[in-house]
């Protein structure tokens, strides 16, 4: 049942909590917050929203035109679990004060367009997401650039590197193997007692859980499984989700990261991203199809391919997102879809004869992303796919790392860099914008933050592995 504000205002005086922290995602995908003494906010937050300056949250607005307000949304409401002094957490969409209209460069509130449109086609009335974020837990972490040097290192106790190092209480010897860390048993998998509170706290913040694991590298890399839900929920879920688990590993004297590649030779860290739509309660990717797919879902899945490289630049928006999708670790460079076939980008899992659990997993995804932009720009493809019949051509049912060259020359692949899925963008975006989800003014702005302030500052820095390459010429 939806929280109202009422009940939200009930719960800060029969807990007596004084703060009260409103938390937003910016641009590029990060949460940032405000905390208030709880007197601050009453019924009139929850429509009006809080105001507060906009001018530095990155790729927002101006400093002549930074005043903003941040709207609860009540349903969002939880106990933080990690402050000292009892404070309630809500997550915020936002609005422009002068206007009273949503802010359009918000990642949440396009978020609700995407659905709104979703409603509007009479395709579907709700769109469920459930992502598979997989994260790195490092015993230690350092990096910096200037202009004489560049760097970084990381280590983990349970990486295969230290196998033979000298260790204080005597090395023991269990350091999972490089591409064998994916389900090992205690003593191997050292994780197992930590990950079991991330799950535990997540669900103490709403987030409803599912399972967690260790995955396939070597160095502390570990899943949890949360249970998929609406488009913003999923969303909000995922922010919770990566949220607890930086505070939980942190209180162990931990550091998480969901770089997409942050060791060199073994696997990356995706997000594979579990999507269905469904209209009156009834599931629509369900049919008589390859797989048992409708016809609705393979047009569908025709979106997802037709328009990926321009996806990627939302769902893989890092320059380091492309240091994993290379072939070789698992990774899904190829956009062909098949049954229960890890080696394509699109994954019909064997879910069995229950027509709700039928379901698509795009796995190029990885959680660099910002999911509210991510989602509804999966949606948007999927949607066109839907509504201009774009047929996916016959499924690849082989192990496709065992093809040829020339049968891998003739399978699409993803881009290979961040800079061409910002020209895939900028080529194909008619999908996100004549849906009225996202405007033009969006991609624009996207493109050229992207540009400007990840791939040019790149490619001016010399990295690390070109003075072994090339110092010696």
Same mark, same amino acid.
């Given at each position: 049942m939806p929280v109202t504000p009422q009940e939200v205002l009930k719960m800060i005086q029969?807990?007596?909590?004084?703060? @009260?922290?409103?938390?937003? /995602?910016?641009?590029?995908?990060?949460?940032?917050?405000?905390?208030?003494?709880?007197?601050?906010?009453?019924?009139?937050?929850?429509?009006?929203? @809080?105001?507060?300056?906009?001018?530095?949250?990155?790729?927002?607005?101006?400093?002549?035109?930074?005043?903003?307000?941040? @709207? =609860?949304?009540?349903?969002? +409401?939880?106990?933080? =679990?990690?402050?000292? !002094?009892?404070t309630l957490s809500m997550i915020c969409s936002i609005k422009e004060p002068r206007t009273g209209e949503w802010y359009s460069r918000d990642p949440r509130s396009i978020a609700q367009k995407a659905i709104n449109f979703l409603n509007n086609t009479g395709i579907a009335d709700v769109a469920y997401f459930g992502p598979e974020a997989e994260f790195f837990v490092f015993d230690d972490v350092r990096f910096d650039q200037t202009e004489s040097q560049g760097f970084y290192y990381v280590d983990s106790v349970e990486g295969r590197w230290n196998s033979g190092r000298t260790e204080s209480s005597g090395n023991l010897g269990y350091k999972p193997r490089y591409k064998e860390g994916y389900f090992p048993v205690s003593p191997s998998d050292t994780l197992q007692d930590m990950r079991t509170e991330m799950l535990l706290t997540m669900a103490e913040c709403g987030? =409803?859980?599912?399972?967690?694991?260790? !995955? @396939?590298?070597?160095?502390?890399?570990?899943e949890l499984g949360f249970r998929f839900a609406p488009l913003i929920e999923a969303a909000d879920h995922l922010m919770t989700y990566k949220y607890v688990i930086k505070n939980v590993g942190k209180k162990h004297g931990k550091t998480v990261t969901f770089m997409?590649? =942050?060791?060199?030779?073994?696997?990356?860290?995706?997000?594979?991203?579990?999507?269905? /739509?469904?209209?009156?309660?009834?599931?629509?990717?369900w049919g008589d199809k390859y797989a048992n797919l409708s016809q609705t879902a393979l047009y569908y899945i025709g979106g997802l391919l037709k328009h990926a490289p321009a996806l990627l630049a939302f769902t893989n928006p890092t320059t380091n997102s492309y240091k994993r999708l290379v072939p070789g670790f698992e990774a899904p460079v190829n956009l062909a879809y098949s049954q229960?076939?890890?080696?394509?980008? /699109?994954?019909?899992?064997?879910?069995?004869?229950?027509?709700?659990?039928?379901?698509?997993?795009?796995?190029?995804?990885?959680?660099?992303?910002?999911?509210?932009? +991510?989602?509804?720009?999966?949606?948007? +493809?999927?949607?066109?796919?839907?509504?201009?019949?774009?047929?996916?051509?016959?499924?690849?049912?082989?192990?496709?790392?065992?093809?040829?060259?020339? !049968?891998?020359?003739?399978?699409?692949?993803?881009?290979?860099?961040l800079e061409a899925a910002l020209e895939a963008l900028e080529n194909d975006h008619n999908f996100l914008t004549d849906t009225g989800v996202f405007t033009k003014d969006f991609v624009e702005n996207w493109i050229e933050y992207k540009l400007d302030n990840e791939v040019n500052p790149l490619r001016l820095r010399p990295h690390p592995y070109e003075f072994s390459l090339y110092y010696d010429c």
């Open positions: 029969d807990e007596n909590i004084k703060i @009260v922290d409103l938390k937003f /995602i910016d641009m590029p995908g990060i949460w940032q917050h405000c905390s208030f003494y709880y007197d601050q906010i009453d019924e009139s937050s929850f429509t009006d929203g @809080v105001p507060f300056d906009g001018s530095s949250i990155r790729g927002w607005k101006a400093i002549n035109e930074s005043d903003m307000a941040m @709207v =609860p949304d009540p349903n969002t +409401a939880w106990i933080d =679990p990690f402050m000292k !002094e009892k987030v =409803p859980i599912e399972k967690h694991h260790h !995955e @396939v590298a070597t160095g502390g890399q570990n997409p590649k =942050p060791l060199f030779n073994d696997n990356g860290s995706g997000m594979h991203t579990h999507q269905s /739509i469904w209209k009156d309660g009834k599931p629509l990717f229960g076939n890890r080696s394509a980008s /699109i994954r019909i899992p064997l879910s069995g004869t229950n027509p709700k659990a039928k379901r698509l997993e795009f796995r190029c995804p990885d959680a660099t992303c910002n999911p509210y932009l +991510a989602f509804a720009a999966m949606l948007c +493809a999927g949607l066109d796919g839907i509504k201009n019949q774009i047929d996916p051509g016959d499924s690849l049912d082989v192990d496709i790392y065992d093809l040829s060259p020339e !049968e891998l020359s003739k399978i699409p692949s993803t881009p290979g860099s």
